[in-house]
């Protein structure tokens, strides 16, 4: 069992910047990969990115590519998603899940960080 943390959302201007971080405690050695999803009102839930806990292999959705960076610190037990060139369109509670096999969905969410971006 793995308890997450998000922080680092709020309110930011269209092409701006915000960096989220997601602290993980309890099980962290089993983990597999670690992702950031959002969710808008009224949508399915959105694969941003994720990375790996043990080799930094990282992915994206296309939506975020070149814009959403990914990385990790495993001293800290903490996943970062840095986002730039904010669009409207990526207002959204940002989560952070861990799967603990490829084959696997992502659970163990945590609680949710809201990130609005206004035009």
């Known amino acids: 069992h793995v308890q997450l943390v998000e922080s680092g959302g709020g309110l930011v201007q269209a092409v701006g910047s915000l960096r989220l971080s997601c602290a993980a405690s309890?099980?962290?050695?089993?983990?597999?990969?670690m992702g950031w999803w959002r969710q808008s009102p009224g949508k399915e839930p959105e694969f941003v990115a994720a990375?790996?806990?043990?080799?930094?292999?990282?992915d994206y959705a296309d939506s975020v590519k070149g814009r959403f960076t990914i990385s990790r610190d495993n001293a800290k037990n903490t996943v970062y998603l840095q986002m730039s060139s904010l669009k409207p369109d990526d207002t959204a509670v940002y989560y952070c899940?861990?799967?603990?096999?490829?084959?696997?969905?992502?659970?163990?969410w945590g609680q949710g960080t809201q990130v609005t971006v206004s035009s």
């Open positions: 899940a861990v799967r603990w096999k490829a084959t696997a969905s992502y659970n163990s």
């Open positions: 309890g099980r962290t050695s089993s983990i597999y990969d």
């Open positions: 990375i790996s806990w043990s080799g930094g292999s990282t």
